[in-house]
């Protein structure tokens, strides 16, 4: 199974400071259709994950756009260039490429 | 609406069976492979099983191999999860998700939870 690494656990940032979650895979995620099936899921208190990338770097319908990804083979990231309160949850990173699906552990952001 | 509400979770004992299921509506349900993903209490997220858009192609954990079944019923828009043989560590919150042609999830439900305990 490919494991899924975040850092750190717990990430408290200043309101409107930026916040970087990273995500290591323990094998590469390119898979043989070209492809890197990696996204990146925000889970608020309370609430359902919601997606907020795919494919590294690629931002879903209606997701702010101070949410970006990037990485590439097995180091990933997730930045949010400005922390806003609505931004606090746990993030998850997912990779899609090989079966079974994994998650990485999950990265808190909270407000200081 | 577009949206996924799963139900059936309920309270049940080591070894017993349960059936969840995840009504789809504002979507075409049939185009789309269709997930279920746990999380225990306090815990992250798992991924549990998958069945493909025609009920032809199914995946399962190592986790639940052999004592869960998922599958559809494209008729009703709706999805389910055949839970036999459940153990304390089955306890979770059960959710259904929607999955695109990227495999990445872009609709989930609220969740059912599902506890396993004497």
Known sequence: ?112 | EVQLVESGGVVVQPGGSLRLSCAASGFTFDDYTMHWVRQAPGKGLEWVSLISWDGGSTYYADSVKGRFTISRDNSKNSLYLQMNSLRTEDTALYYCAKATTGWYFDLWGRGTLVTVSS
């Open chain 1, 1 to 112: 199974d490919i494991v899924m690494t975040q850092t750190p656990l717990s990430s408290p940032v200043t309101l409107g400071q930026p916040a970087s979650i990273s995500c290591r895979s323990s094998q590469s995620l390119v898979h043989s259709d070209g492809n890197t099936y990696l996204s990146w899921l925000q889970q608020r208190p309370g609430q359902p994950p919601r997606l907020l990338i795919y494919k590294i770097s690629n931002r879903f319908s209606g997701v702010p756009d101070r949410f970006s990804g990037s990485g590439a083979g097995t180091d990933f990231t997730l930045k949010i260039s400005r922390v806003e309160a609505e931004d606090v949850g746990v993030y998850y990173c997912m990779q899609a490429t090989q079966f079974p699906l994994t998650f990485g552990g999950g990265t808190k952001v909270e407000i200081k």
